[in-house]
């Protein structure tokens, strides 16, 4: 079975600029998180999104949103871009809301300009 | 107080040897605990689970979890170089309506040959 995917692999942006990042879950999961890495920390927690709707948001600016379509599919949105939102966002799927076992993508490098 | 404490090391450890990487972790609540291991430049890969106080072990991996001490400790016997990578412990926090894993900033484990 296919894993998580995440398109696009790397992007380059410049300041005030706008992004959409992707991710597919593994096939029946129903639930998606996004996470940002910054280099040298653990990842961090931006959205939870279980049966299209918005469970949880970590400690981000409103420039970041998420939605999750009836696929399970679901695209992250950053406006404004930051020289400091330079990272790799990663995506977690999970079979249902519950995190007991959480399996991440292979993530999208964005670097801003 | 960090939610999710490691020492980053690096924690060197000749091939065949054990290594132990160790993890605190301040919310008394916590009910999962996960380690994942992160390759230069790749996404986290979940490893191992843990529920209960105890150990679980699988093949050279063994994990340990002490509430009351509020610690969880990852164990790989016979250590590899392939082995080197940074290990990622990982808290499920949350509440019924959503869940999050916290992560600390890892330990960067070194196996040499």
């Known amino acids: 079975d296919a894993g998580v995917t995440q398109s696009p692999t790397h992007l380059i942006k410049t300041r005030g600029q706008q992004v959409t990042l992707r991710c597919s879950p593994i096939?029946?999961?129903?639930?998606v998180s996004w996470y940002q890495q910054v280099l040298g920390q653990g990842p961090q927690f931006i959205f939870q999104y279980y049966e299209k709707e918005e469970r949880g948001r970590g400690n981000f600016p409103d420039r970041f949103s998420a939605r999750q379509f009836p696929n399970y599919s679901s695209e992250l949105n950053v406006n404004a871009l930051l020289l400091g939102d330079s990272a790799l966002y990663l995506c977690a799927s999970s079979p249902s809301g519950r995190i007991n076992e959480q399996f991440f993508g292979p993530g999208t490098r964005l670097t801003v300009l | 107080q960090k939610e999710v404490e490691q020492n980053s090391g690096p924690l060197s450890v000749p091939e065949g040897a054990i290594a132990s990487l160790n993890c605190t972790y301040s919310d008394r609540v916590s009910q999962s605990f996960f380690w994942y291991r992160q390759y230069s430049g790749k996404s986290p890969e979940l490893i191992m689970s843990i529920y209960s106080n105890g150990d679980k072990e699988d093949g050279r991996f063994t994990a340990q979890l002490n509430k009351a001490s509020q610690y969880v400790s990852l164990l790989i016997r016979d250590s590899q170089p392939s082995d080197s990578a940074t290990y990622l412990c990982a808290v499920n926090k949350g509440n019924t309506g959503f869940q999050k894993l916290v992560f600390g900033t890892g330990t960067r484990l070194l196996v040499s040959p």
């Open positions: 096939s029946g999961h129903k639930s």
